[in-house]
């Protein structure tokens, strides 16, 4: 299919190929080209083959064809009359960032930074223009770092980027949330809920149980159960969810100050009342230390104490949206005895105090964190906003508020602001921890370069035509709110994918730079694309790129926040991500890890996988020995 | 961070006859919160998928028909996947159970 000049305009670098037949003596134009972004599809089936002196699309345009020729044929220098000098093709590209001299024309983002090469001299940076005829840029050393740290490539190798003008920064707090830790080292079964030191006792399990079941008719049986970390090889049904447990001591949930037990997670699991375990599908039910990706920011910690509480629902209802609604809500009555207790715990029990600030940096780009939860069959809820940190109480559903884009202070998600009901595919699912310590919102915050206005949660309805309304008043609000950049972030894989496009789209038309983080890899695979889906950092963990069991395996961590804002902020400086290769590769991420960590000095982490967990191969005989 | 490089293959690798994917076509025979079943036409078998594996333009409803892609299932190890099998059994192991704890129940009464 033959371009427009703007698309040739865009691909002056790739290879030039007649996209029709042509005769001899033709004026080469755009509309003779074939369409580069195709050719990986035609040379996957044989149809093209570039050879290596294939010309390129600015060399050609001007041109004369020299020879008749038939579609499909890539242009040489041997066909070819008065090839062209592609440079003089070239307008502004990109987005210009004009740097930081005034002496400087505005055009040309293809600045090569050579801070990262350390050729530094008398405390300024050597910056040479590649377009623009010569222009030489001498550029104050602090400035540069602070472009230069954040010019870390991104889906590729690029090292483009510019320098930017230092922005007047108007720092302002605008909320404080401080948490209070209480460390917990046992857990103990008493007459009456408290903490005392650091063991937290829960009193009167019978009592607080039958409390649960008299108000959820759903839920049949409710019991607590305790797994001490000597003693992780213990058998759990599936994992509902994984969550902190905290209290307000002061103010709203999102500011004042919150109460947190350290050492101790609520780990909710249910099955039905045939013992069919509550979950889409396959879930993490089976040995903990199996089936836990410890450490993620959704799952247990090593060394936690779990406090089960296991909710057997109604016969079927596992399959319906008020099944794990009800077990959710159960277990809440059961946990809200535990934060009265806190509440009431002595001051002298605090480990640690931490402060943790909403500060906006009028200034600076303003970034807006999307984040895409799952919304479509009920089954999948987020509860948004309860009273308390991560209850059930006063929150609404995601579901019930049509999926349309809510926004939340950035201290509003990490304050226990989203209960999640989400019973996708355990590896990717953000549990209510996950949210808790989310990475991206935590990265985000400390991030000096950029001004994050808040947290948009946007749910996923199942039926195209409402992805399609939902998204477009994330498009309303990304307009409105005169964005200079986004992430864009999607829990699980799926047909959630589809309005995962259109929100990128949506932001993305309205000239924002957008980043999107999503589990993508073999299985989770892109549905749809459009242009501004052209820097996406992938979640995947797993070794073959395949969901599997294993307990927030796949969800976003510290090195995917990481990746995503360097692509971020070198797209918003008007740099360029390098195309992804056509089939997930593994080493991208590593190219890029390596990429950063070279540019920030600063060594990056990576989370471990599952392969890091025991795998018992002799389970046979231990479960066979007394089948039947 | 060499030694982190990974001579990694694609699972798609693993498959010998991933290009016999061809059409199918099934008709959605229920809908719950969780998923949506589907039969095979032809009687070819009958999947039950969770609700964000179909796309649709609209809520769907029972009667609708669907198409996909599939190729024939290929079986990858000679050797059963012990972890599976033992989570199986386990699992069959406790419905039993429960199902023998609500007989009890029953004849009681």
């Known amino acids: 299919m033959s371009i427009s000049v703007e698309t040739a305009k865009e691909h002056l670098n790739d290879p030039a190929v007649l996209c029709c037949r042509r005769e001899k003596g033709k004026l080469l134009e755009a509309s003779d080209l074939e369409d580069p972004t195709l050719f990986p599809d035609y040379e996957d089936s044989g149809l093209l083959e570039l050879p290596d002196n294939v010309l390129k699309i600015g060399q050609v345009l001007g041109a004369t064809l020299d020879k008749t020729m038939d579609a499909l044929l890539p242009l040489t220098p041997d066909v070819v009359d008065n090839i062209q000098d592609p440079s003089a093709q070239d307008d502004e590209e990109d987005t210009d960032n004009a740097p930081a001299t005034e002496d400087a024309t505005p055009a040309s983002p293809d600045v090569t930074a050579t801070v990262a090469n ?44 510019t ?43 019978d009592e607080l149980c039958k409390e649960a079941l008299e108000n959820h008719e759903i839920v049949k049986d409710i019991s607590v159960s305790v797994i001490t970390p000597d003693d992780y090889h213990k058998y759990t049904n599936s994992i509902m969810d994984v969550q902190p447990i905290a209290t307000k001591e002061e103010g709203e949930l999102g500011e004042g100050v919150t109460r947190v037990l350290d050492g101790v997670v609520t780990v909710l699991t249910g099955t039905d009342e045939n013992g069919v375990q509550v979950g889409e599908f396959g879930s993490s039910e089976g040995y903990v230390d199996e089936n836990v990706m410890w450490g993620r920011p959704g799952a247990i910690d090593k060394g936690e104490i779990m406090l089960v509480i296991n909710a ?79 209850g059930t109480l ?30 996708i595919g355990p590896a990717s699912k953000e549990t209510s921890r996950h ?5 991206l919102v935590e990265e985000a915050l400390k991030d000096e370069d950029i001004d994050v206005v808040g947290v948009c949660l946007i749910g996923s309805p199942q039926a195209n035509t409402q992805k399609s309304y939902v998204s477009k008043r994330l498009g309303m609000w990304a307009e409105a709110m005169g964005l200079d950049g986004a992430i864009v972030t999607t829990e699980g894989f799926g047909n959630n994918h589809i309005d995962y496009g259109e929100n990128i789209e949506a932001i993305g038309s309205r000239g924002v730079p957008v980043v999107g983080i999503t589990y993508s890899a073999i299985q989770g695979e892109l549905v749809t694309g459009n242009k501004y889906m052209d820097a996406i950092v992938d979640n995947n963990k797993s070794k073959w790129g395949i969901e599997n069991e294993v307990l927030e395996n796949n969800t976003l961590c510290q090195e995917d926040a990481i990746r995503a804002l360097a692509m971020l902020e070198t797209k918003m400086a008007g740099g360029k991500i390098k195309k ?49 | 961070m060499t030694d982190k490089r990974m001579d990694y293959s694609s699972e798609i690798d693993k498959l010998k006859y991933s290009s016999t994917e061809r059409v199918f076509e099934g008709v959605i025979t229920e809908v719950n919160d969780v998923s949506v079943k589907i039969d095979f036409k032809g009687r070819m078998g009958k999947m039950d998928i969770p609700r964000r594996l179909l796309i649709t333009e609209y809520d769907p409803k029972v009667g609708e028909e669907v198409g996909w892609l599939m190729s024939y299932p290929e079986v990858l190890d000679t050797e059963a996947n012990q972890k599976y099998l033992g ?12 199902a023998k704890e609500k007989e009890k129940g029953r004849t009681k009464e």
Not at chain 1, 409 to 416: A, F, M, Q, R, T
């Open chain 1, 435 to 439: 949210y808790w310590r989310e990475p």
């Open chain 1, 580 to 628: 992804p290769e056509r089939k997930w590769n593994p080493n991208v991420k590593l190219n890029n890890i390596d990429l950063i960590e070279k540019a920030t000095g600063k060594k990056i982490e990576l989370a471990k996988n599952e392969q890091s967990l025991p795998m018992s191969k002799k389970r046979k005989e231990h479960y066979e020995k007394d089948v039947d």
């Open chain 1, 118 to 161: 350390g050729n530094v001299s008398n405390g300024v940076v050597h910056l040479s223009v590649k377009e623009g005829k010569g222009i030489e840029l001498d550029v104050p050393l602090a400035m540069v770092n602070q472009g230069a740290v954040k010019n870390a490539p991104s889906a590729g190798e690029t090292k483009e980027t």
């Open chain 1, 312 to 390: 057997t629902v109604q016969a079927g209802t596992n399959r319906e949206r008020r099944g794990p609604r009800g077990a959710h809500e159960a277990a809440d009555t059961i946990v809200e005895h535990i934060r009265e207790a806190l509440k009431k715990a002595d001051d002298s029990l605090v480990v640690d105090t931490e402060k943790i600030e909403q500060k906006r940096r009028f200034g600076n780009k303003r970034v807006l964190l999307v984040k895409e939860i799952m919304g479509q069959g009920a089954m999948h809820d987020n509860l948004i906003l309860p009273k308390e940190p991560v």
């Open chain 2, 87 to 98: 989570a199986l059994h386990e699992y069959k192991k406790r419905m039993a159970k429960i």
């Open chain 1, 394 to 423: 006063g929150a609404q559903a995601n579901v019930d508020l049509g999926n349309l884009p809510i926004m939340l202070s950035p201290l509003e998600v990490l304050d226990g602001g989203i209960h999640a009901l989400t019973c």
């Open chain 1, 163 to 205: 320098s930017q003008q230092e922005p007047e920064v108007d720092e302002e707090v605008v909320r404080t949330l401080t948490r209070k830790h209480f460390k917990i080292d046992k857990v103990e079964f008493g007459d009456e809920t408290k903490i005392d030191g650091t063991t937290l006792v829960i009193g009167n399990t």
